[in-house]
């Protein structure tokens, strides 16, 4: 049970530092595609914004504390932090980048669910993996030549 409670509190905090790595760019990206980028990077931020409180509530479940810190989620996050300002372009590439980590975490945690039965988890994260790869597959169409 505590390889799923770490791998659930790595999913946790990976998530969160990609939520606020597309929301930093929502904020911040410039140029002549601003708008799709600025749009884009919006609607991405909000879907994984929306599954935090999720994922920290599947970590409750399983009888262990959620963390919830800057340090914690820095500590534990598979994503590096972002403190420049990269073009659209790069940005779009970076979120590419992360996004198979998160799918990754997101495996590992489900590899353990499974091993434990733990059928509800299992289902949410797989609809987790199945969102993050239509995620995968828009930042692969804006990043393409
Ligand atoms: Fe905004």
């Known amino acids: 049970m505590e390889e799923l409670q770490n791998r659930m509190k790595t999913v946790l905090a990976t998530s969160f530092a990609f939520y606020l790595k597309a929301h930093n760019y929502h904020w911040n990206v410039e140029g002549q595609n601003f708008p799709q980028y600025h749009t884009f990077f919006g609607d991405l931020y ?43 372009i790069m940005m779009a590439k970076k979120l590419m980048e992360d996004n198979e980590k998160v799918i990754q975490d997101l495996t590992f945690a489900n590899t353990e669910a499974e091993k434990l039965k733990q059928i509800g988890l299992v289902n949410f994260l797989q609809n987790r993996i199945e969102i993050h790869k239509k995620h995968g597959w828009m930042l692969k169409s804006i990043t393409k030549g």
């Open 46 to 88: 909000t879907e994984v914004f929306a599954a935090i409180d999720p994922i920290a509530e599947q970590i409750r479940v399983l009888d262990t504390y959620a963390p919830g810190s800057f340090s914690r989620f820095k500590e534990m996050s598979s994503i590096q932090d972002e403190t420049n300002v990269p073009s659209g």
